[in-house]
């Protein structure tokens, strides 16, 4: 039997991101710069008071990316101000931006990145299938 070893990050946070479509790029570069190794947009479709009555009479767009990061937590402030401040979220109706605390995640991790992540992982033995 082939045993193998799960590296379970228990020290990360993810944020999400909601923006106008088209924006994520920018808001991607600006993580990336601050810490982030990378990112997931995917579409999505947001429906509210802002759409439906529109700004100055305007039609406000639905279609929206959806940015997940994730982080370590020591990573998570810098970032998130960095991804603010590149969507300019404080405008009215450029999007939305939060964290959510993860209590476990697992993906491949290089042996010499786990070792220098020290105590933020657990080890678990995989059971076979």
């Known amino acids: 039997m082939n045993k193998k070893e799960i590296i379970v990050l228990t020290d990360v946070s993810l944020i999400t991101c909601i923006v106008q479509r088209g924006l994520a790029d920018k808001i991607v570069v600006a993580a990336q ?30 279609e929206k990316e959806v940015i997940s990061i994730m982080v370590a937590s020591d990573q998570v402030d810098r970032v998130f101000e960095r991804m603010y401040l590149a969507g300019n979220l404080d405008t009215p109706g450029m999007g939305l931006i939060y964290v959510t605390p993860l209590e476990k995640a697992a993906t491949h991790i290089p042996q010499e990145i786990a070792e220098r992540l020290g105590k933020h992982v657990h080890r678990q033995k995989k059971q076979p299938s």
């Open 33 to 62: 710069e601050a810490g982030a190794q990378g990112a997931t947009i995917f579409y999505g479709r947001g429906e509210g008071v802002r759409e439906r009555l529109g700004i100055l009479g305007l039609a406000v767009e639905v």
